[in-house]
């Protein structure tokens, strides 16, 4: 009876214990899973390289030259800082050695095509991104109106009025939170010129274009051929005008070595 007393006893306690067990390992075999996928999952970067360079280049272009102008230093917290751009340290790292030639400023390995440096980016130098959240400057593309920079056809599409007065929400968020009008006479005025420069544009129809304030000055081509004609033909001038002082220097020479002639008296 006290044997069987004990043997129950044992059945009892391993059918309260086996569970346990069996879900506390169930757990962590899940757990290591989740940790052994965690680190291919931490690669994985969902915003696109071409659309953020093309963001950059519109705050580049068009924001830069006046932020400058204001001498004004935007916030870290402000979305439109540079190191708020995951791409930002890999396309410092881009060397354009030639038309045909795109180097990598990690390795020094060369490249045909800049796509092709982008994915040795992707492959090669993945660990290096700043994957941080927000850190997507391609999220702010319709902000920024990167389709029209791009020339994309979304850009020429029927206007959507949701999406249009989302950008609107979005840009005006980005003049706030970057240019605060109680930060003083530049912060203002920088806060005015984006809603001009950037989101008067977002609206239906479409009736004005962005970016009315104009951007960074490049020079013209008709500037530089102008440039490129007058040095070829400066030399030739200032040879014309060597020659042409050395004649004249040689005619008064040969003037002078003509002796007089003395009249002769006529007799009387």
Partial sequence: MGRN???LTSIFLLLLVSPQEILIQGFEDSASRTLKQEPGRAHEVHCSRERSRAAWGVIEEYLMPFVEQEQYEISSKCRLHPDNDMFRDQEQHK???DINE???GYCKKSFRAEKFLDQHFDNRH??????SHGKCLADLCGALHCDFVMNSKSSRSKCNPAAVAKNRHLCESLANRCFPINQ???ASRLHELFLRQFCDAHK???KSQPFPKGGRKQPSVF???ISILTLMLLPIFY???YLYQREMRGGTQELKRIPRVERKAKPS
Avoid: E
């Fill in 184 to 186: 003083g006479p530049s």
């Fill in 223 to 225: 500037y530089l051929a």
């Fill in 239 to 241: 040879l014309i005008v």
């Fill in 126 to 131: 993945n660990n290096l991104l700043n994957v």
């Fill in 204 to 206: 239906c129809p479409r």
């Fill in 95 to 97: 060397i354009h050695v």
């Fill in 5 to 7: 007393t004990q043997i």
């Fill in 102 to 104: 795109w180097r990598c």
